[in-house]
T-cell receptor, first 114, second 112 residues
Framework: NAGVTQTPKFQVLKTGQSMTLQCAQD?????MYWYRQDPGMGLRLIYY???????DKGEVPNGYNVSRLNKREFSLRLESAAPSQTSVYFC?????????????FGPGTRLTVL | DAKTTQPPSMDCAEGRAANLPCNHS???????VYWYRQIHSQGPQYIIH???NNETNEMASLIITEDRKSSTLILPHATLRDTAVYYC?????????????FGDGTTLTVKP
C-alpha cells in the first residue's frame, strides 16, 4: 500500500503558467481533498470531493480547478499561476463510511511561483 | 464544523508526559474530535479521535471533558521525535466531509 501519492514533489512556475498537481490513493477511499499550507500557517482547504463524481469548494478555491478523474485520482489545476499561490499543497483521502472519517495525507508538492 | 482553539506553543521535557489542550466550546453532538500532527514539513499524520469517551491507542490518549467543550491529547512519554505541530479539529463525518478547519495548531517542542 503506497497510501496517498502526489506528483510532482517540487515545481517552479513563472507567473501566468499553468500546471496540474496529481494525487492518487490506493486505499479505496471515497473522499479526497486538496489543502494548501503557507509558511508558518495551518492547512486551508481548497477543494474536496466527497465521492466519485462530485467536487465542492473549500475555504480558498479561487484560482484553482479540480477533477475527480476516478475513485483513485483527484487532480488540482492552476490555470494561470500567481505568486500568491506559492505554497505547499497536500492531498488527502478518507473513507467517509460509518461514523468516523480519518484523513490520510500525501507527502506534499512544494510549488514556487516567480 | 466547530472551530477549535489551541495554544500556539508548548515545551515538554523528554520522557515526561505532554498534555496538549484544545478548546471546542461550540462542538455539536455529532462532531468527533480528531488529533493530527505534522512533523517538520511532512504531510499531517492521524493520531487519535473520539466522540464522548476517552480513547487510547499506541500513540496517545485522548481525554474529552463530560460537556465535550474541551479535550486534552496526552503523549505519555514524549521523545524528541514527538516534536511537531499538533492539530485538533472537530468534524461531522456523515454530511459535508470537507469543512473541517485545521487552524494553526500547537507547536510542541520536546527538549532533552
Amino acid at each position: 500500500n503506497a497510501g496517498v501519492t502526489q506528483t510532482p514533489k517540487f515545481q517552479v512556475l513563472k507567473t501566468g503558467q499553468s500546471m496540474t498537481l496529481q494525487c492518487a490513493q490506493d486505499m479505496n477511499h471515497n473522499s479526497m481533498y486538496w489543502y494548501r499550507q503557507d509558511p508558518g500557517m495551518g492547512l486551508r482547504l481548497i477543494y474536496y470531493s466527497a465521492s466519485e463524481g462530485t467536487t465542492d469548494k473549500g475555504e480558498v478555491p479561487n484560482g484553482y480547478n479540480v477533477s475527480r478523474l476516478n475513485k483513485r485520482e483527484f487532480s488540482l489545476r492552476l490555470e494561470s499561476a500567481a505568486p500568491s499561490q506559492t505554497s505547499v499543497y497536500f492531498c488527502a483521502s478518507s473513507p467517509r463510511t460509518g461514523g468516523t472519517d480519518t484523513q490520510y495525507f500525501g507527502p506534499g508538492t512544494r510549488l514556487t511561483v516567480l | 464544523d466547530a472551530k477549535t482553539t489551541q495554544p500556539p506553543s508548548m515545551d515538554c521535557a523528554e520522557g515526561r508526559a505532554a498534555n496538549l489542550p484544545c478548546n471546542h466550546s461550540t462542538i455539536s453532538g455529532n462532531e468527533y474530535v480528531y488529533w493530527y500532527r505534522q512533523i517538520h514539513s511532512q504531510g499531517p499524520q492521524y493520531i487519535i479521535h473520539g466522540l464522548k469517551n476517552n480513547e487510547t491507542n499506541e500513540m496517545a490518549s485522548l481525554i474529552i471533558t463530560e460537556d465535550r467543550k474541551s479535550s486534552t491529547l496526552i503523549l505519555p512519554h514524549a521523545t524528541l521525535r514527538d516534536t511537531a505541530v499538533y492539530y485538533c479539529i472537530v468534524r461531522v463525518t456523515n454530511t459535508n466531509a470537507g469543512k473541517s478547519t485545521f487552524g494553526d495548531g500547537t507547536t510542541l517542542t520536546v527538549k532533552p
